[in-house]
């Protein structure tokens, strides 16, 4: 469980409301304590355990906007006289909570928390790869986990399982920002990669299929089919060339469109005779990340990069030779 959602469910054992704080440009770092309509920010960390030399530490470290708070399986007696000194305060996690600033004064035991144990892959299960695959995606960029949370619809608790450990895994920063090239590689290993095989192509100009088949070509806003890689790779200018009569490769939205897609066009006995390939996109993200960066000429909406990428990675020979040469242009970062 993250330590933000530790520090709400404590004061909310105290019946005192902990909400998040929205700053100008949308970060989530802090919470806000409401008790009867008395606003106090706090800065939370967590550490596991949390000595006076470690207080001290953070404290000639925090912003000053706000209250600091510390979040510790244990916290020591002089590091919990030196955060109320200094108007903070401390969650000791065997169930003690303490806060002194100018406006709110806490002090009160609260039920002990018996952590999980560390969640021992980090993309195990759809989980990892959706929260590995939104790093990736603004690999430079820092996310809290509420936010990041709320961005896929996963649990607080589960996000923070899976950040933790790719953080112990060296794949990502203290800020949850993406360390070099070792996720995507990660990723590529666990990408799904098995697609039904169509006997007839879809045509993005067949519109009585449009709403039973969700082909959401005019509005990329909403999850639809989405077109990924080697015609994708090509129409985001990776070193590659593609004949006219080679066979697409498509994310559906989910698996009822895949049925629908199934019974409509057929399916062939062998890539030989495929017209072209679908599967449900592997995360969200990748059948509702599209871009119209080459529609004129393919007809469809791309999928985000990212995706591309990991599809051309499945192939250790000819597709890591193009990851290896295609540079994308300023819109997208390379992960690879």
Aim: glycine share 8%.
């Amino acid at each position: 469980m993250d330590v933000e959602t530790l520090v709400v469910d404590a004061f909310a054992q105290l019946g005192v409301d902990a909400r998040p704080r929205v700053d100008a440009a949308g970060i989530q770092p802090d919470l806000v304590l409401d008790p009867d309509g008395v606003a106090v920010g706090i800065e939370v960390k967590g550490r596991t355990l949390i000595t006076d030399d470690v207080a001290s530490r953070l404290l000639a470290g925090a912003s000053g906007g706000a209250a600091l708070l510390l979040v510790g399986d244990r916290v020591t007696e002089s590091a919990r006289r030196l955060l109320t000194r200094h108007h903070g305060g401390y969650l000791d996690l065997r169930g003690r909570v303490g806060l002194r600033t100018d406006r709110l004064i806490i002090d009160a035991p609260v039920e002990p928390v018996t952590q999980r144990s560390p969640r021992s892959e980090a993309l195990g299960g759809k989980a990892g790869l959706e929260v590995a695959t939104a790093l990736l995606m603004e690999q430079k960029r820092g996310f809290a986990v509420r936010e990041l949370a709320r961005q896929l619809g996963r649990s607080p608790s589960t996000v923070s399982e899976v950040l933790a450990a790719l953080r112990r895994e060296g794949l990502i920063d203290e800020t949850n920002a993406v360390v070099g090239p070792g996720l995507f590689w990660r990723v590529a290993e666990r990408w799904p990669n098995r697609r039904t095989l169509l006997a007839s192509a879809p045509l993005p100009g067949e519109s009585t299929l449009n709403s039973p088949l969700r082909f959401q070509l005019d509005d990329p806003a909403k999850p639809g089919w989405a077109l990924t890689d080697s015609a994708a790779a090509a129409a985001y200018g990776a070193p590659l060339a593609i004949h006219g009569g080679q066979a697409l490769d498509f994310f559906v939205p989910d698996r009822v469109v895949m049925r629908r897609a199934a019974t409509l066009f057929g399916t062939a006995t062998s890539s030989a005779h495929a017209q072209a390939t679908a599967r449900v996109a592997p995360v969200p993200a990748a059948a509702r990340h599209r871009f119209d960066v080459d529609q004129r000429t393919t007809g469809w909406l791309l999928t985000h990069p990212l995706f591309v990428a990991l599809d051309l990675a499945q192939d250790v020979g000819r597709g890591r030779e193009i990851l290896d040469a295609w540079e994308p242009d300023e819109r997208w970062t390379r992960v690879w």
